[in-house]
């Protein structure tokens, strides 16, 4: 079995490689689905990541307006 991903950053990783490889696919209909893994895993990423970033942004666009 595989090791569970955790971080954010590996996740965005591990979907950009998901990506180049279904690139790479012959099948047009196998490609399909790891593009939509790899969309998963990114999905997943910002939620992981967005509640933490959300006070900084709403900052940042405080000192903006």
Known sequence: MGQAITSATDMMSYAGELRRAAR??????LAQKVQQSAAQIEKTAIQQVAPAAAHGI????????
């Open 24 to 29: 790479a696919m012959p099948q047009a209909e």
């Open 58 to 65: 709403g900052r940042l666009l405080d000192t903006f307006a």
